[in-house]
């Protein structure tokens, strides 16, 4: 029997994928990577088709990719050549929510946003929440450390996350962490996991924390600058004013064109960068005309606190639908660095100025609140990669990020794309201790091999 055929007569029918015209479709995530081409895809539905497959996988020397939507934005997803891909997307049951404890025990193909409506039938919401959350997973949200709209308030994915099951390289069953608030027993491998891009294990639950859902829907502000500087400024004001936004948001000229362009939104030629921020505190509509104070005093030309809960989903979803605005003006390479918050002004000039110096096209966004920014490098589509100018660009905006005290990825992790500026910021020390983790809980190396680390 070939090593297929074992792994097809492991599995309950149809688990296993071997038409290439099928496994084909589950080899990349969103970027513009070319992925090798799997061996088999295995559309997994229990922990237990997880543990046969790290099994055999261990046994047979076969690496393993996991996957969630493919949503990614890193190449964390894809597929090496000779591959298992472990899709985990129909892996989707709650299988606990208790409003009294406010945890939630998960499935990792759970989407993002059906867990947070799930959470609202009790008064509870689930605070993660990406860009991609009606659309993206649980699992792959963990995987990358998600961040999101709501960050600036309550923190990434691994700020909510208190416990993992994950199926080890060679099939074992590792329980993390708990199902308490407090708990420091042991390192915190809740903590290792999150964020790890599937290269140390494959997670098939997660116990999360749920909080308190506002009363009300969040007051929402809308600015509009004529400078980019202007609206950071404006951010750091906000900040130190003590105004705890729950969403602060910023898009640059280039965004809001492309946005412009697919549904007329009445852009004025002078306004260059639009900041949108939300307040879910009791006195939300206070802080929210607090915030619209201080954005006309840093130089905001116009502002608008929103009347009704339509008018502020209207602005919400106008960033969310940034990112599709621009896949409509070319191919993109979608970068994500994270600077301290009183270095965002400047690192947006420097943004503005390596566009012009390399004559690239970057569309930027920002969780302004957190000091994360999102350059977009938009490039002609149909190229098997950016043109060396949009590299040139790219390394130059990674490594002005690590002068001025951030890091090479916020949300979004390494995956494949910037494996090559990785040492730049963790040094040799950290990757020989990288290194060493990964040894222990993958020593043939088969998770997510060339990933991450």
Not at 271 to 300: F, H, K, P, W, Y
């Amino acid at each position: 029997m070939t090593a297929t055929a074992e792994l097809i007569a492991a599995l309950a029918p149809g688990r296993v994928l071997t038409d290439p015209d099928v496994t084909d479709s589950y080899a990349r995530d969103r970027t513009f990577l070319e992925p090798g081409r799997p061996l088999a895809v295995v559309l997994a539905e229990s922990r237990d088709d997880v543990v046969a497959v790290m099994r055999w996988a261990s046994e047979h020397r076969v690496p393993v990719v996991p996957r969630g939507a493919g949503t990614g934005l890193a190449g964390g997803a894809t597929a090496v050549e000779g591959c298992v891909v472990l899709a985990l997307h129909k892996m989707t049951a709650i299988r606990e929510l208790s409003p009294a404890d406010e945890i939630a025990v998960v499935e990792p193909g759970v989407i993002t946003a059906d867990l947070d409506r799930a959470a609202r039938e009790f008064g509870l919401m689930y605070a993660p929440d990406p860009s991609s959350y009606e659309i993206s997973t649980i699992g792959g949200n963990l995987a990358t450390n998600a961040g999101g709209l709501r960050c600036v308030k309550y923190g990434v994915t691994r700020d909510s996350a208190l416990g993992l099951e994950v199926v080890l390289a060679d099939g074992r069953i590792l329980n993390t962490g708990r199902r308490t608030v407090k708990g420091v027993t042991g390192y915190d491998l809740t903590g290792l996991f999150v964020g790890s891009e599937g290269t140390l294990g494959v997670i098939t639950s997660a116990t999360v924390r749920l909080r308190r859902a506002p009363l009300t829907y969040p007051a929402t502000i809308a600015a509009e600058f004529g400078s980019l500087r202007e609206a950071a400024a404006a951010v750091a004001a906000i900040i130190a004013g003590g105004c705890q936004p729950s969403l602060l948001e910023m898009l640059d000229r280039a965004t809001l064109q492309a946005i412009d362009e697919w549904k007329n939104i009445g852009l004025e030629p002078s306004v260059q960068a639009m900041l949108i921020a939300q307040s879910d505190a009791v006195d939300g509509q206070t802080a929210a005309e607090r915030m619209s104070v201080l954005c006309a005093e840093n130089g905001a030309s116009f502002v608008a606190v929103s009347a009704d809960r339509q008018e502020a989903e209207e602005l919400i979803g106008m960033r969310r639908m940034a990112y599709q605005a621009k896949e409509r003006l070319g191919a993109c390479l979608v970068e994500d660095v994270c600077v301290p918050r009183s270095a965002l002004p400047d690192m947006i000039s420097a943004i503005e100025e390596i566009a012009a110096r390399h004559e690239v096209r970057i569309c930027t966004v920002a969780h302004a609140g957190d000091g994360n920014l999102h350059p977009v490098f938009v490039f002609e589509h149909g190229l098997p990669e950016p043109p060396p100018e949009v590299w040139a660009a790219a390394d130059e905006v990674f490594r002005e990020t690590l002068r001025r005290g951030g890091t090479l990825t916020g949300e979004h992790g390494v995956g494949l794309l910037k494996r090559r500026w990785l040492a730049l910021e963790t040094g040799p020390v950290a990757e020989e201790i990288h290194h060493g983790i990964k040894q222990v809980f993958d020593p043939l190396g088969i998770l997510n091999p060339g990933k991450a680390i």
